[in-house]
């Protein structure tokens, strides 16, 4: 049970996301009944599937939250934004209450939830007999069950409509189920059977006189025809207290009174039986339903289990085998290279090949498309831009771009920090935007693309832009740059990204929370990417973020420094050139001149060779850093490499100038080099 | 051979209960997402029981009956709806559309195979 418990809470999670994006699109579509209806129907699932697995308070309150779609979904109501926003922090709410072993703090959290959507309901539904009236509060009338083994005595007539088969119904099953109840005499009676010409296969003809004796109480009786009563006739009487069965004489005279259409008292009468209120067993609660034909689709979201779920960590391990795989294979290669057998050859092209598909297959099992996450952003916009009374749009735009899932993770939290930011500090409030002859309503956009290797996502608003003089200003006093300093519009705008830096002179409950961009870029940059800012005073204000498809495989330039092998990303290599001693100045600033551009350099063989001699003539390798270039020179390149990065454990994790090793064919290291650090560490 | 009974439900943890469940008792299974999903089960296959839920995205529960029963082989079939209502109203447009019967949520297994002798051995 554990197992599915589980499993339903992700399910639960998998609800939340989707009433989140339904909700929203709501607040554009009040009319939309799809969404309505998805809603209604998630909110009914957890109320049912909630109870079963033990998580009661969820379940309770989603069945108040599901009274107040029902409202709407009857169109008694159109949905407005204050059910919306209630809905939405209801769904934050029942995320605390997904517990099984609730505290004093859950049941307050669910009585405060309950009380607000009842008030909710009461106020959009005046009357209130509307909802959940027929509710049956009524104890359950329950059956004079008792204790000791005394059995009682019943008849039953059951006669079947002659179309009971048409619902799959087979009742012998249910004089089956009676014949477990108790001791049966069950008479059938053939009465009503028609000629073999006017016989129809199809129907019901056989009707049954039952007398059973048992220690179960009427309604259990009852409860074997729960679902023919109404496509039979059932009559269940008490013959007798005690097992009279096999006193015939009692059976003969209780079908005679029968006959007579007299009224048959049951012998020994020792309670009043006023249990035929009910014929239903249960009743949990009843609601006023709309029962109309549910729209064929669904607006937004589809089930489907053409897919099943995989345990992410299953699929981290199965990336690392196939990692495992690959370093393998490609020893396999280096040998077959030796031993010149043609056999071995061919089964190690094939092995090759067949690699190579897996790993691409493994490769493309660990992608996720950025939609996945896409509700969070509309989320935090709906949110804020209520908090801050400002009205904006999300625009998206290739949000079906996929990236590898632990990217994914870890991208969420800068792309709702630069979201944050640009309402907050870009989008201006109303007035000033209508002052700029703006529309009113800011726009924040998000657009993603898959560029080469990397993925490029921009975030924009058409917000009042970055003002480079106010932040040189800052800047300075903050101490982050001298007076001094000659920098470049665009390394001004960059300045933002450094610790301590805050632009809004206030700090605002939204951001400013001592938490500055510096972090977006130190996250975004832990994941080998980068982050730039493009922007116009009183236009935009443009972040482009470029990541890695994966994590863990990256296509790199081999490139051997003395004995040692180093893996340069290839995202971040722009070109590579044949150098000597004299072309590299070692002067105080240490430029090297390429086609005509002095380019910074870090010699390679200096900083980490210490034993074999410099070699006359090197190999620098361009890299961008930021919008400069940096040199990183090499004693050879040997090949581009696809490698498969493992992580250099827990020893080394000090240095930060390499970002993990990929193990070469012949069994040598080779590091792989993160070259934003390596660059501001040397440069 | 053991009885076939599909399920459809959009729920997963509770196809998957259902599922486990019934295979424990010894029933042969198979799991349906939704109404649509789960017409495509009987082509080919001998179903012997149909476990539906109401409310369904693309095929609600009573859709699904109503075609499950113009199938030629399937007029008879048992078919057990899948609820938490218990108002007469769903349960009746259930039937009328021609479901056997009805299964309350929250259950447990042991109520499960209890309806479920009600119509399938």
């Known amino acids: 049970m554990i197992l599915f418990q589980e ?49 009661d308070l969820l379940s309770d309150v989603t069945h108040d939250l599901e009274s107040l779609f029902d409202i709407f979904r009857s169109k008694k109501m159109q949905v407005n934004s204050e059910v919306i926003s209630f809905t ?106 028609p000629d073999l010409m006017q016989l129809d296969p199809g129907k019901c003809y056989t009707t049954w006189e039952i007398f059973i004796a048992t220690t179960e109480d009427i309604e259990t009786l009852q409860d074997v025809f ?64 709309q029962s109309g034909e549910t729209p064929k689709t669904a607006a937004f979201s589809n089930t489907t289990v053409d897919s099943i779920r995989v345990d992410s960590q299953k699929i981290d391990q199965y990336m690392n085998l196939v990692s495992e795989l690959i370093t393998a294979q490609s020893r396999l290669d280096m040998l077959s ?55 904006v749009e999300l625009a998206t735009d290739g949000l079906d771009t996929e990236l590898d899932k632990s990217i994914i993770e870890k991208l969420i939290e800068p792309l709702l920090h630069i979201i944050r930011n640009s309402l907050d500090h870009g989008i201006e409030n109303k007035e000033e935007r209508a002052a700029k002859s703006k529309n009113e309503v800011g726009t924040i956009s998000i657009k993603a693309s898959t560029v080469g290797s990397y993925v490029q996502i921009e975030i924009s608003d058409d917000g009042r832009g970055l003002d480079a003089a ?57 994941m080998r990417g980068s982050v730039e800012i493009e922007s116009e005073l009183n236009l ?34 722009k070109k590579i050139f044949m150098v000597n001693q004299q072309m590299l100045k070692k002067d105080f600033r240490q430029v090297v001149e390429l086609e005509g551009n002095q380019i910074p350099y870090m ?69 792989v080099i993160d070259t934003n650090k390596i660059i501001q560490k040397y440069s | 051979m053991s009885k076939q009974i599909l399920i459809a439900d959009d729920s997963e943890s509770i196809r998957e ?30 179903i012997d029981l149909l476990l539906t839920d109401f409310h369904m995205p693309n095929m609600n529960g009573l859709e699904l009956i109503r075609n499950v029963r113009n199938l030629e082989n399937y007029t008879f079939l048992p078919i057990l709806v899948l609820t938490t209502e218990n108002q007469k109203n769903i349960i009746k447009e259930a039937r009328d559309a021609g479901a056997t019967g009805w299964l309350l949520k929250p259950f447990n297994t042991e109520k499960l195979i209890q309806t479920l002798r009600k119509v399938i051995r």
């Open chain 1, 7 to 55: 499993r339903f809470k992700e399910e639960v999670r998998e609800y939340f996301e989707r009433l989140e994006s339904g909700l929203l699109l709501l607040e554009h579509e009040p009319e939309n009944f799809q969404v309505i209806d998805e809603i209604f129907r998630i909110m009914h699932s957890m109320k049912g599937s909630g109870g079963m697995f033990g998580f």
């Open chain 2, 17 to 46: 209960v259902l599922a486990f469940s019934l295979r424990n008792a010894g029933y042969e299974v198979f799991v349906a997402c939704d109404g649509e999903d789960a017409l495509r089960f009987f082509d080919g296959r001998t």
């Open chain 1, 470 to 526: 106010k932040i040189r200003t800052k800047a300075i006093a903050k101490g982050i740059i001298t007076e001094h300093d000659k920098l470049s519009e665009y390394e001004i705008f960059n300045l933002i990204f450094e610790p301590g830096f805050s632009t809004s002179e206030l700090v605002t409950d939204v951001s400013g929370r001592g938490v500055g961009l510096d972090v977006v870029r130190r996250k975004v940059q832990e």
């Open chain 1, 88 to 193: 939405l922090s209801s769904i934050d709410g029942l995320q605390h209450l997904l517990t099984q072993e609730p505290t004093e703090e859950h049941y307050l959290l669910a009585k405060k939830l309950k009380e607000e959507a009842v008030m909710l309901i009461k106020k959009l539904n005046p009357s209130p007999a509307e909802i959940n009236s027929d509710e049956n509060t009524n104890e359950r009338v329950v059956g004079n069950r008792p204790l000791d083994a005394n059995q009682i005595t019943y008849f039953i007539a059951f006669k079947p409509n002659e179309n009971i088969f048409e619902n799959g119904t087979n009742p012998l099953y249910l004089i089956d189920e009676l014949n477990a109840l108790g001791e049966c005499n069950t008479q059938m009676s053939f009465d009503q059977l």
């Open chain 1, 603 to 671: 010699n390679m063989h200096e900083e980490f060779e210490t034993e074999l001699d410099l070699p006359e003539n090197q190999y620098a390798v361009t890299v961008s850093y930021g919008n400069q270039s940096f040199g990183l020179v090499v004693d050879e390149v040997v090949r581009e490499y696809q490698a498969v990065i493992k992580s250099l454990g827990k020893l080394l994790n000090s240095q930060d100038i390499f970002s993990g090793a990929s193990i070469l064919g012949n069994g040598q290291l080779a590091l």
């Open chain 1, 337 to 391: 290279l030796k031993l010149h057998n043609s056999d071995l050859e061919l089964i190690t092209e094939s092995i090759e090949k067949i690699s190579r598909q897996l790993r691409d297959n493994a490769f493309d099992m660990s992608l996720i498309p950025l939609q996945s996450i896409a509700v969070r952003f509309k989320r935090l916009i709906h949110d804020l831009s209520k908090t801050l009374d400002k009205q």
């Open chain 1, 540 to 573: 935009f204000t443009k972040f482009i973020l470029k990541l890695p498809l994966s994590l863990s495989i990256i296509d790199g330039l081999l490139t051997r420094v003395g004995d040692n092998y180093y893996v340069i990303p290839s995202s971040a290599v």
């Open chain 1, 226 to 289: 729960i679902f023919v009563n109404d496509k039979a006739t059932i009559e269940i009487e008490k013959v007798s207290t005690g097992n009279v069965i096999h006193v015939e004489a009692i059976l003969a005279d209780f079908l005679n009174t029968r006959i007579n259409s007299e009224t048959w008292t049951p012998l020994e009468p020792e309670l009043a039986e006023d249990i035929f209120q009910e014929d239903e067993k249960t009743v949990v609660l009843t609601e006023t339903k």
